[in-house]
């Protein structure tokens, strides 16, 4: 864009230059050929009021817009006297087809480039000793060529024009349509950690609460235990909403690693639901960079929230492997097993497989699931290792 403006800009000044060298060049060849007597006086004093106006009105350009016309017809007035007085002036109507194409309307352009034109071949006419076709036709041909060059540059000019606005709107719609999508991400984070964080520790308070109520009157110590527990469970969810709230990771993370993480909620979730979820690491432990750490406990915590509401099992197993280039999380049940094919088309216990599946594509990781009615569920979960590092090393 810079470059078509640039030079756009660069044809105007050697139009305007090319208007003063043909200005100077006819005045010489007059002065040469009649000497400073004669009709010369009024030729230099109407070359000067030429040469004057028309460098006034090139450096106002910008300033004086409404009076462009009435400068332009200055110009010309002045530029018909010089040509009757003295025909070799003629061809300083090149640069002046330019500037007609620059600052009049379309028809008035026509009209005033086919007045230039006449007026151009009429004072070869005058000069020439016979008549010779190119008298007529060289003055036409190169008018020709000035306008349809000038009006080009113009269409040029708009399309251009067009082009910068349609890109500027796409810009705006661009930034819209990031915003939006930025929203939507958000809120599928959030929708992410209430359905696997907050859910979870939601179903086991709940659990909790309902097994002391049951206990109430005839073991009160038990009961208490119940209480006290879902009042510690209720702690760690208001830390859960605080730090997910704040793009944060999970704050059962900062005093302790994945691995004792996993096996603390194995135990909180078996002493809520009252079924047994053992817990068991595969392979050597090496630190996992926090955003591995954050999604697999999130996908664990969903997946064992599914475990308590709908499979009805007896026994859960969660198992967490180290292997040299990704880490797998398998979570097993004993439980009534489902279909995943229809459960995803149903929208019922699908949503929370889908969670897990966004989960993964952040982490460039990867699921299988296998479960029929009756059989129990398997889930299982490959993250890649952003580093394998020495155990104390922070990756």
């Known amino acids: 864009m810079k470059a078509h403006f640039g030079a756009a800009t660069r044809l105007n000044a050697a139009m305007h230059a090319g208007f003063?060298?043909?200005l100077a060049a006819s005045v010489a060849r007059f002065v040469a050929a009649h000497g400073l007597s004669g009709a010369t006086p009024l030729i230099l004093a109407l070359t000067g009021a030429l040469a004057l106006v028309y460098a006034a009105g090139v450096l106002s350009w910008a300033v004086l817009e409404r009076w462009r016309p009435v400068w332009l017809a200055t110009v010309i007035a002045i530029w018909l006297a010089l040509v009757v007085v003295a025909p070799s002036f003629a061809w300083c109507a090149v640069p002046l087809f330019f500037v007609c194409l620059q600052v009049l309307r379309p028809r008035i352009v026509v009209v005033v480039v086919v007045l230039l034109t006449?007026?151009?071949i009429l004072a070869q006419l005058r000069i020439a000793t016979e008549f010779d076709p190119s008298i007529v036709l060289a003055?036409?041909?190169?008018a020709l060529m000035a306008t349809m060059t000038f009006l080009q540059l113009h269409r040029d000019r708009f399309r251009l024009g067009e082009?910068?606005?349609q890109l500027l709107g796409a810009r705006v719609d661009l930034a819209q349509s990031q915003r939006l999508a930025g929203m939507m991400h958000e809120r599928e984070r959030l929708a992410r950690e209430i359905h696997d964080a907050l859910a979870q520790s939601l179903s086991s308070m709940r659990m909790l609460l309902q097994a002391a109520q049951r206990s109430w009157d005839t073991d009160p110590e038990l009961a208490k235990g119940y209480v006290s527990r879902a009042v510690d469970a209720?702690?760690?969810t208001l830390d859960e909403a605080r730090r997910f709230v704040k793009g944060l990771g999970s704050p059962r993370l900062d005093a302790t690693d994945l691995g004792e993480t996993l096996k603390d909620l194995a135990e909180q979730i078996g002493f809520a639901a009252m079924h047994a979820v053992?817990?068991?690491?595969?392979?050597d432990p090496y630190p996992l960079a926090p955003q591995v750490e954050a999604?697999?406990?999130r996908i664990a915590q969903g997946a064992l929230a599914n475990v308590t509401e709908h499979a009805g099992a007896r026994e859960a197993a969660v198992t967490l492997t180290y292997l040299a280039d990704k880490v797998v999380l398998d979570i097993r049940d004993d439980g009534v097993g489902f279909d995943p094919a229809?459960?995803?088309?149903s929208g019922d216990r699908g949503n929370g497989l889908r969670m897990i599946s966004e989960r993964l594509a952040e982490l460039g990781g990867e699921m299988v699931i296998e479960s029929e009615p009756g059989e129990g569920t398997a889930l299982a979960v490959a993250v890649p290792t952003v580093s394998a590092m020495p155990a104390g090393e922070v990756p």
């Open 234 to 236: 209720a702690g760690d």
């Open 20 to 22: 003063f060298l043909l």
């Open 118 to 120: 006449v007026a151009t």
């Open 163 to 165: 082009a910068v606005k």
């Open 342 to 345: 229809a459960a995803r088309a």
């Open 139 to 142: 003055p036409i041909a190169v």
């Open 278 to 283: 053992r817990f068991e690491i595969s392979g």
């Open 295 to 297: 999604g697999l406990l």
